[in-house]
């Protein structure tokens, strides 16, 4: 099963097929701009990845280096990132897998991706932003409600959660 998909590190060059995968998993509200993307994979060379099958993207996560509890607004390109040696805490900004894909483990392989990468850096704290009925999810990846609020465009139901 592990085999189906190739894990590699996204670069800006990938922003069109992420806001294509985007538009498969996120409802309108939730929706950014190329200007976003292209941002917060450039904030970091080696902690966005996506998952392909042949050419075709079939999952993304795009994370960054962060200090404290920095969280980034909903569709903004202005974040406050940190050098990888330089970082607390590691914040994933989106994971998305496509409809058909879900369930065949590309979400874990590509949180596995990062892990690795946040492990070689000494970085063992990981924030995300839960959306979209999605908290079960990341507490079955041991996430846990942070008492912080969630970073601003995200909707009252919107949860903070951390990973130590």
């Not at 498969?24 to 929706?31: E, I, Q, R």
């Not at 994370?63 to 202005?78: R, W």
């Not at 990468?117 to 908290?135: M, N, P, Y």
Request: with cysteine.
């Amino acid at each position: 099963m592990h085999h189906e998909v190739e894990i590699r590190t996204l670069d800006t060059a990938d922003v069109p097929y992420v806001l294509r995968l985007q538009e498969t998993a996120y409802a309108a509200n939730f929706l950014e701009d190329a200007d976003s993307f292209a941002a917060k994979i450039s904030a970091s060379d080696e902690t966005s990845f996506g998952a392909w099958h042949n050419s075709e993207m079939v999952g993304y996560l795009i994370a960054f280096p962060i200090e404290g509890h920095a969280g980034v607004t909903l569709n903004s390109s202005t974040m406050s990132s940190v050098r990888l040696h330089e970082a607390q805490a590691m914040y994933i900004h989106d994971l998305a897998v496509r409809p058909e894909w879900r369930g065949r483990a590309v979400a874990d392989q590509l949180l596995a991706a990062l892990t690795t990468v946040s492990a070689a850096h000494a970085i063992s704290v990981c924030h995300v932003v839960s959306v979209q009925g999605s908290r079960g999810f990341w507490e079955n990846r041991g996430f846990v409600v942070s008492a912080d609020p969630p970073p601003n465009g995200y909707g009252p139901e919107a949860v903070l959660m951390l990973r130590r």
